[in-house]
């Protein structure tokens, strides 16, 4: 290898060292960032002055190259961009949401169940739960909010509610 050779090689190596330092300092940036960043550096401006048109092309060539694979490398070791991870992160979420959101209900039926005493009758506007007929026993399960009707079995209207599941 030649003195020239090496010494373009050492170069491109110190850029290269110089990636993983700025990416280190910021792990957010882009190949095209981290690209930007590089090539205005004095290690750039040097080889710059050093090497031919042809040879400079060649560099940043394999600098995007080589920038991109860190990158990749550094994205697949971290845990946060793996789609199980985020597959993961996103179930969770949504049974926090779920259980947030149920007991909010909750503690608006058992309200109304102090309200209404524990009595509900058919026409009443409801939220949900399992309203169960006084006269005949017969079990009605109410998922959304709406008003209740009257007893399918018995056709009476009186109704006291089970308590809601935790």
């Not at 110190?14 to 330092?21: G, H, R």
Request: charged share 25%; proline share 3%; with cysteine.
């Amino acid at each position: 290898m030649s003195k020239k050779s090496t010494e373009l090689l050492a170069l491109y190596e110190a850029l290269i060292t110089q990636v993983k330092s700025d990416y280190s300092d910021d792990n957010t940036m882009t190949v095209k960032k981290l690209f930007n960043i590089v090539t205005s550096s004095k290690e750039y401006l040097s080889l710059k002055d050093r090497a031919k048109a042809n040879e400079l092309a060649l560099v940043e060539q394999f600098l995007k190259r080589d920038i991109a694979a860190y990158l990749q490398e550094k994205n697949d070791t971290d845990l946060s961009h793996s789609p199980t991870m985020i597959t993961v992160e996103s179930t969770l979420w949504h049974w926090l949401s779920g259980i947030t959101d149920r007991s909010q209900i909750e503690w608006h039926e058992v309200i109304q169940d102090f309200k209404h005493q524990g009595h509900y009758m058919s026409g009443e506007i409801v939220g949900q739960g399992i309203m169960v007929c006084t006269n005949c026993g017969h079990e009605m399960r109410i998922e959304f909010p709406g008003v209740i009707p009257d007893c399918p079995q018995c056709d009476k209207g009186e109704f006291t509610r089970e308590a809601l599941a935790p």
